[in-house]
T-cell receptor, first 111, second 116 residues
Framework: GEDVEQSLFLSVREGDSSVINCTYT??????LYWYKQEPGAGLQLLTY?????DMKQDQRLTVLLNKKDKHLSLRIADTQTGDSAIYFC???????????FGGGTRVLVKP | ETGVTQTPRHLVMGMTNKKSLKCEQH?????MYWYKQSAKKPLELMFV???????ENNSVPSRFSPECPNSSHLFLHLHTLQPEDSALYLC???????????????FGPGTRLTVL
């Protein structure tokens, strides 16, 4: 089966950059997603990257994909207090039409 | 607002109760999902419905019973639950075969379930 790992916690100062990491074992995923979950809310899709891309930038968000190392990261520039949330990476495989989620990284932004 | 609504938002029930969770999507999607989110565990996919047919049942105990009467509505019927079933239950929907973003799933806010 698939294994998707994330570190549990990240603390960052307001204005600094945050980097959230995700490693996985199955390289056959076609799309890789980052979701954000604020307290008491469901998951909100932040961004995604196709498996044939190395990098994608979307305003303050930069996604890096290292297929050789099976490593996905999300960089948030100029982190704000509103960025405090749990961030999930998720991998999609067309076979089975299934998303596999990591355990989530709780990001705390300190003023 | 993601276009996916869930009711109730909070539910407390005893182990002998019967209750139902409701999910409605206003996005015209053709697939719907139930996930369970427990503390300190990854999101667990419970059920998948595609075109109103169940296509996935991840070894979920029979005390959870899904129902998908049409492509916009999804229910999760609960009976004789256990305290360890207390969790956040999330509903999601997607458009299968959309091509561009694969299985981009839109999530509802969840129902926080507490089983006493």
């Amino acid at each position: 089966g698939e294994d998707v790992e994330q570190s549990l916690f990240l603390s960052v100062r307001e204005g600094d950059s945050s980097v959230i990491n995700c490693t996985y074992t199955d390289s056959s995923s076609t799309y890789l997603y980052w979701y954000k979950q604020e307290p008491g809310a469901g998951l909100q899709l932040l961004t995604y990257i196709f498996s044939n891309m190395d990098m994608k930038q979307d305003q303050r968000l930069t996604v890096l994909l290292n297929k050789k190392d099976k490593h996905l990261s999300l960089r948030i520039a100029d982190t704000q207090t509103g960025d405090s949330a749990i961030y999930f990476c998720a991998l999609y495989k067309a076979a089975g039409n299934k998303l596999t989620f990591g355990g989530g990284t709780r990001v705390l932004v300190k003023p | 607002e993601t276009g996916v609504t869930q009711t109730p938002r909070h539910l407390v029930m005893g182990m002998t109760n019967k209750k139902s969770l409701k999910c409605e999507q206003h996005l015209g999607h053709n697939a719907m999902y139930w996930y369970k989110q427990s503390a300190k565990k990854p999101l667990e996919l419970m059920f998948v419905y595609s075109l109103e047919e169940r296509v996935e049942n991840n070894s979920v105990p029979s005390r959870f019973s899904p129902e998908c009467p049409n492509s916009s509505h999804l229910f999760l019927h609960l009976h004789t639950l256990q305290p360890e079933d207390s969790a956040l239950y999330l509903c999601a929907s997607s458009q299968e075969g959309s091509g561009i973003t694969g299985n981009e799933q839109f999530f509802g806010p969840g129902t926080r379930l507490t089983v006493l």
